[in-house]
């Protein structure tokens, strides 16, 4: 027998589905929403009491609790945004008439500087990536694995995609004269990209040798696998990439697709690139969100005159 949803569980359904409809949230964005205020729920009635009577000494009892189960500041405000923002959707439809998480202040946080690869640590992790795709001691399935592993890497530097949507390429992504991609990013949103020269014969030359082994006209994808999803995953992308920067004599724990895509953008901006043209490329919605990779130049621009200057040294 089916148990009967509670309140809590109408109220949170509702908010997953305006989240989907009206902001274009995605799976794996409802799936964090839904995990984060279910556990809340959770907590509330271990306390008897529920989400739809929940008063904000409550709230701010359960922001405790996760403090105390270890949660570091910046997952307690993540989840405080997700209980703001389900409370704000309650009282906007007339299912509570007050907000209770109004008046609550997030954890004071410092503002984490993205980890970046240097010039000369991408440079090494191509070069890596280079030798072993023409390797002479190679079988097939490791020359086919190594050039797929080398087209993933000069796509992600070149473009700056998330790793997300570097997967989901389309296999036309691979056509000789294509120069730019259009890809479908967070919210539905499309943005054109750029392709290199380097990225686009990585992706020709891994594509070859795929239609070697007959499997890509077997696949709309451009990184096709054998998998549920018909594409390779985001951690397969992940571990090939730590391989690589062990190979490539870098920290593994340093390097992940999504450093190459701040990589790719610290670049830019390190290079002379304005703020909005990389805003547009990287495809984020508001603007502050791209500001951070001033922090990461700002903080180079110390170093170099701290390290340098003649003077500097003299206080």
């Known amino acids: 027998m089916t148990r009967p949803a509670t309140a809590a569980d109408r109220f949170i359904e509702l908010f997953l589905d305006m989240i989907a409809a009206e902001r274009g949230a995605g799976a794996n964005t409802r799936t964090a929403y839904e995990r984060d205020l279910r556990d809340l729920s959770a907590f509330l009635k271990s306390t008897g009491c529920t989400v739809a009577a929940a008063q904000t000494s409550d709230l701010r009892a359960y922001l405790g609790r996760l403090a105390s189960r270890g949660f570091k500041s910046t997952s307690v405000a993540r989840r405080l945004s997700a209980i703001r923002q389900f409370y704000r959707f309650l009282y906007a439809?007339?299912?509570?008439?007050?907000?209770?998480?109004?008046?609550?202040?997030?954890p004071?946080?410092?503002?984490?500087?993205?980890?970046?690869?240097?010039?000369?640590?991408?440079?090494?992790?191509l070069a890596s990536a280079r030798a072993g795709a023409i390797r002479p001691a190679n079988s097939p399935a490791e020359r086919?694995?190594?050039?797929?592993?080398?087209?993933?890497?000069e796509?992600?530097?070149?473009?700056?995609?998330?790793?997300?949507?570097?997967?989901?390429?389309?296999?036309?992504?691979?056509?000789?004269?294509?120069?730019?991609?259009?890809?479908r990013g967070k919210g539905g949103r499309e943005r054109l990209v750029l392709l290199n020269e380097a990225a686009k014969a990585a992706m020709r030359d891994y594509r070859a040798l795929l239609a070697e082994f007959g499997a890509s006209a077997e696949s709309k994808w451009l990184f096709p696998s054998f998998?549920?999803?018909?594409?390779?995953?985001?951690?397969?992308?992940a571990r090939e990439?730590?391989?690589?920067?062990?190979?490539?004599?870098?920290?593994?724990?340093?390097?992940s697709p999504h450093v190459l895509r701040h990589a790719f953008a610290s670049h830019l901006l390190q290079n002379g690139a304005d703020l909005r043209s990389?805003?547009?490329?990287?495809?984020?919605?508001?603007?502050?969100?791209?500001?951070?990779?001033?922090?990461?130049l700002e903080e180079r621009l110390k170093s170099v005159v701290r390290d340098l200057h003649p003077l500097a040294a003299e206080e």
């Open 155 to 183: 796509v992600l530097y070149a473009t700056g995609l998330r790793v997300s949507e570097l997967i989901a390429l389309p296999a036309s992504a691979a056509r000789r004269d294509e120069r730019m991609l259009i890809v």
């Open 108 to 125: 004071k946080r410092g503002r984490a500087l993205p980890k970046v690869l240097s010039i000369a640590e991408v440079d090494r992790l």
């Open 278 to 296: 990389v805003q547009t490329l990287l495809g984020h919605a508001d603007i502050s969100t791209t500001q951070i990779y001033t922090h990461v």
């Open 227 to 237: 998998g549920e999803s018909g594409h390779i995953t985001r951690q397969h992308v």
């Open 93 to 106: 439809e007339a299912l509570r008439a007050d907000d209770p998480s109004a008046a609550i202040e997030g």
């Open 241 to 255: 990439l730590k391989g690589l920067a062990a190979a490539a004599g870098l920290r593994a724990d340093k390097v």
């Open 144 to 153: 086919l694995r190594a050039l797929r592993l080398t087209a993933l890497i």
